[in-house]
């Protein structure tokens, strides 16, 4: 069964930083796509960055390209999510999603792309 669990989020101030956790179980190969979404009140969900759990790459959405950085770390099948210079539109229920895929993470900004879900984790950013 797989399972998703996020960590690390919270509150800070516009310029500041915080680093997401998501550790994943229950993956029994190496190719599959982790990324991370975002959701606030009124908006939809939206993706903010993945990466491929094989080859390591990495994608990003502009709006985070330069300041949010994801990253691997596969012996504890571990991902992260370091947020700099976050901004008060950041604010937003943070989500680790994972699919299983080939060689690329593909389309990987459609939400419903994805099969399992963490339960996500608020990061608030004050101006």
């Known amino acids: 069964q797989v399972q998703l669990v996020e960590s690390g989020g919270g509150s800070v101030q516009a310029g500041g930083s915080l680093r997401l956790s998501c550790e994943a179980s229950?993956?029994?190969?190496?190719?599959?796509?982790m990324a991370w979404f975002r959701q606030a009140p009124g908006k939809e969900r939206e993706g903010v960055a993945a990466?491929?759990?094989?080859?390591?790459?990495?994608y990003y959405a502009s709006s985070v390209k330069g300041r949010f950085t994801i990253s691997r770390d596969n012996t504890n099948n571990s991902r992260y999510l370091q947020m700099n210079s976050l901004k008060p539109e950041d604010t937003a229920m943070y989500y680790c999603?994972?699919?299983?895929?080939?060689?690329?993470?593909?389309?990987?900004?459609?939400?419903?792309?994805?099969?399992?879900w963490g339960q996500g984790t608020q990061v608030t950013v004050s101006s």
């Open positions: 999603a994972a699919r299983r895929v080939g060689a690329g993470c593909g389309i990987w900004y459609q939400s419903d792309r994805y099969n399992d």
């Open positions: 229950g993956y029994t190969d190496i190719n599959y796509c």
């Open positions: 990466i491929h759990s094989g080859a390591g790459t990495t």
